[in-house]
């Protein structure tokens, strides 16, 4: 249990590091490149993809 808890909560620690680090790129050094690492308007739409294809199969699964 403690193994599954350290992968969830280090993948959340590492999305949002990523995160933070994005969006406070510009903040430090207006010269940098303005590409960030992560292009979030994807994972938003693969993550809300994956949400409705976990209910659909929830919902096959619990006969809705």
Do not use: K, Q
Not at 20 to 27: E, I
Not at 29 to 55: F, I, M, Q, Y
């Amino acid at each position: 249990m403690r193994v599954i808890l350290g992968i969830i909560v280090g993948f959340f620690l590492t999305v949002g590091v990523t995160y933070v680090a994005d969006t406070g790129r510009h903040l430090e050094c207006p010269a940098a490149e303005a590409r960030p690492l992560v292009n979030w308007d994807e994972v938003n739409v693969r993550l809300r993809d994956l949400g409705s294809t976990l209910e659909t199969g929830w919902h096959r699964l619990t006969g809705r």
